[in-house]
């Protein structure tokens, strides 16, 4: 089949790239900047597109819509340009029988303690990026009779090799083994192995008719502070040390910087995510697949951390910065 991926050069774009080129699809991925060309172009076409505007026509058998912004702390009007106004112009653009529309779990508001693709969600609770995500599935639901297949899939927490933001940042907010965190971390989350998002795009893209959403997420379900304690004990091979940070102090100072007209490292939005639990119900994809997914956080943290320090050091011999496109050998 001929594929058409949108953010090719970003980590969730960039392993499902290699991941259906390496199965034998003709494969089209785009991105804002072409710094990764050379590499991606060993396995897909590469297309320099900013989705935020629209394209020339392009047909293809299949569109796995994966671009968007993801921050919760720059404005609305620019999440909109990226995660709505960019999948319009995505629909509009491409020419396919089946459309993939890769979401996010920031779509639910933190009111229940499992979430489930069928529930009510209120636009007014959830943070910039939830709500823009949120408001690109409307888009893809205005247009899902087009298609043969349609469907939308809402991931908790990807990991894998190639993760751009996880555990960079979680590195980057720590200093020597020892960070602060908001509370006492003790919250339950379920996380999705990258690995398992391609696999369920690719049984999608194979068999499904009509129009679904998936929520995407491993079988267990993680608890936070135990995973910070995986990603950075394997990062500096020692005990890790927290500091917690009163949450009823934290929150307001949280809404402040929420104001503030530069980037911070605390928000709202940050702050509930790490102190309320977030847990996906995914048995309707597993019943999709005819098969619970084996993939563990656990068990994968140490390779992945490990490509990490590879793909890290070879960026900064190099010059460059993606870490999607650095040391992956898929």
């Excluded at 969600?121 to 043969?148: H, M, P």
């Excluded at 020892?178 to 795009?201: D, E």
């Excluded at 499904?208 to 997420?217: E, L, R, T, Y």
Aim: proline fraction near 2%.
């Amino acid at each position: 089949m001929k594929i058409l991926i949108t953010g090719g050069t970003g980590f969730v774009g960039g392993v499902l790239t290699r991941y259906f080129a390496n199965k034998g699809h003709e494969v089209i991925t785009t991105g804002r900047n072409n710094e990764s060309r050379g590499t991606i172009e060993k396995y897909a076409e590469f297309l320099q597109w900013d989705i935020s505007q629209p394209t020339n026509k392009i047909s293809v058998d299949v569109c796995i819509h994966s671009a968007g912004l993801a921050n919760d702390q720059t404005s609305y009007a620019t999440l909109y340009k990226a995660n709505v106004q960019g999948t319009r112009n995505v629909i509009d653009s491409v020419s396919c029988s089946k459309f993939v529309y890769i979401s996010s779990s920031s779509v639910y508001d933190f009111q229940t303690k499992v979430h489930t693709e069928t529930e009510s969600i209120n636009k007014a609770t959830l943070g910039y990026y939830g709500r823009t995500k949120y408001e690109g599935e409307e888009v893809v639901q205005q247009f899902k009779g087009s298609y043969d297949s349609c469907t939308m899939l809402r991931p908790r927490v990807i990991y894998g090799k190639g993760d751009r933001i996880l555990i960079p940042r979680l590195i980057t907010q720590s200093n020597q083994a020892r960070i602060k965190v908001p509370g006492n971390l003790n919250i339950q989350s379920s996380f999705c192995n990258v690995n398992l998002l391609a696999l369920g795009v690719e049984k999608i893209i194979e068999k499904h008719k009509g129009f679904d959403i998936f929520n995407v997420s491993d079988v267990e379900k993680y608890n936070m502070k135990e995973a910070f304690e995986s990603i950075l004990s394997s990062y500096y091979e020692n005990e890790i040390k927290f500091t917690h940070l009163p949450l009823n102090i934290l929150r307001p100072i949280a809404r402040l910087c929420d104001l503030l007209p530069w980037e911070t490292a605390l928000s709202s939005m940050a702050v509930r995510n790490l102190s309320k639990d977030k847990v996906l119900n995914s048995s309707k994809l597993y019943a999709f697949l005819g098969e619970k997914p084996k993939h563990n956080f656990k068990t994968e943290i140490v390779d992945i951390i490990s490509w990490y320090k590879q793909a890290k050091a070879d960026l900064e011999q190099s010059g460059l910065h993606n870490l999607a496109w650095t040391n992956v050998d898929q």
